[in-house]
């Protein structure tokens, strides 16, 4: 027990999703196998297959090796093949995938057969040998077996990549229809985007400084989902985000926003050698509520309106005027112990807004 705590203190928030999915995918395809083995073998007599019996044993015995290799394939899918396959079309994905997990299947059933002919059948392994190879040379046994399980592999892969279109949870929200109706919620709101952008797009050209976003991007990302920021959206080199607003996530806001600069600084080499370029960003950040709800007929989302996205886009655009890297105004702050250094710098009159508001530079 202890162990585990330890190993899961190590592991970063995007590790621990990952190896939770694995988890899920596992459980819903040991699921799955099972109820298409009794479907399988119900019409048929008990004795008339290799897996006729149906026990106690036989099934916890199933249960366990499809569940351990459904482990392993669910690893491989989700942490090394979408690494390989990263740069690769979606189609070219899918179908790549759907064939490796496919052999993998093969290893699976390879295992049943053994097992199987091992401690339900008390025969040998040259039994569950011979048993194995004749099923895996009869075409009609791979057209039935391998038919169900790539359409499986495939719907799993196109459930995921639906998933992380969103922030994780967000899927999970349009499913249920969490927010059919409009909720009122009290979040903090960050805005964040490349300092110094047109002067980078002019040095790099069209399609290297997309490049250059997208890599900006897709570290600040990490940190973002590192402290459960809900990314709402990326606007060009804009990323916006936001936590319900307690004092445990102003913090944890924060902290999301030193790591970006954090993870910026640590890969200066790779930017420095692939486009001569040092990324930094500016950053506002305001709390208060919003409405939040559903919309889209085609294409559905999570929307959020109100005053404080207007607000914080304001302050956003008042780093450049101030020149100041971070901002938060006093409603993200106020009663909250937090870890850094902050700077109040009055009140300030922001663009489109009747009244001032107090803010302040955060020294991150």
């Known amino acids: ?92 994905n899918l179908l790549v995938k759907s064939a490796i997990m496919l052999s993998a299947s093969l290893v699976m059933n390879f295992l049943l057969h053994i097992a199987y ?22 075409f009609v046994w791979l057209l039935q077996h391998s038919v169900g399980w790539i359409i499986l592999f495939l719907l799993t892969q196109i459930i995921i990549e ?31 985007d490349l300092h110094d952008s047109t002067p980078i797009a002019v040095k790099l050209g069209s399609t290297d400084n997309f490049k250059f976003i997208r890599d900006f991007i897709y570290f600040v990302s990490i940190a973002l989902i590192e402290y459960d920021g809900r990314i709402y959206q990326y606007v060009g080199d804009e990323i916006v985000v936001s936590w319900l607003h307690t004092p445990n996530n102003v913090n944890k806001c924060l902290d999301a926003l030193a790591l970006s600069s954090r993870l910026l600084k640590r890969n200066s080499n ?23 709800g559903e919309i889209g007929v085609i294409k559905k989302d999570i929307a959020m309106s109100g005053d404080t996205m207007n607000t914080a886009a304001r302050i956003r655009t008042s780093c450049t ?35 001032s508001i107090e803010l302040f530079e955060l020294k991150i």
């Not at 249960?63 to 899918?77: E, K, N, P, Q, T």
């Not at 091992?118 to 009869?138: K, Y």
């Not at 990324?279 to 950040?285: L, M, Q, S």
């Open 1 to 92: 027990m202890i162990l585990l705590k330890h190993i899961k203190a190590r592991l970063s928030f995007i590790q621990k999703y990952h190896f939770k999915l694995v988890f899920i995918v596992a459980i819903i395809w040991t699921a799955i196998d099972l109820i298409y083995w009794y479907l399988d073998i119900s019409p048929k007599p008990k004795n008339d297959a290799t897996f006729g019996f149906i026990t106690t044993e036989a099934v916890l015995l199933r249960c366990a090796i499809v569940f351990f290799m459904s482990c392993v394939m669910g690893y491989l899918l989700i942490f090394k093949l979408r690494q390989v396959f990263r740069n690769y079309a979606l189609i070219v």
């Open 117 to 138: 002919s091992l401690f339900i059948l008390d025969l040998t392994i040259i039994h569950g040998l011979h048993r194995f190879f004749g099923d895996a040379t009869s």
């Open 162 to 192: 639906i998933n992380e279109k969103y922030s994780p949870g967000v899927f999970w929200d349009i499913l249920i229809g969490k927010y059919i109706q409009p909720k009122v919620q009290k979040r903090i709101v960050m805005f964040m």
């Open 270 to 292: 790779y930017f420095q050698a692939r486009y001569g370029v040092l990324p930094e960003f500016k950053a506002g950040i305001h709390a208060g509520e919003v409405t939040v």
């Open 321 to 355: 005027e101030l020149t100041f890297k971070y901002i938060a105004s006093k409603e993200v702050l106020a009663g909250v112990e937090i870890n850094w250094q902050v700077e109040s710098l009055g009140l300030v009159e922001l663009k489109g807004k009747t009244e």
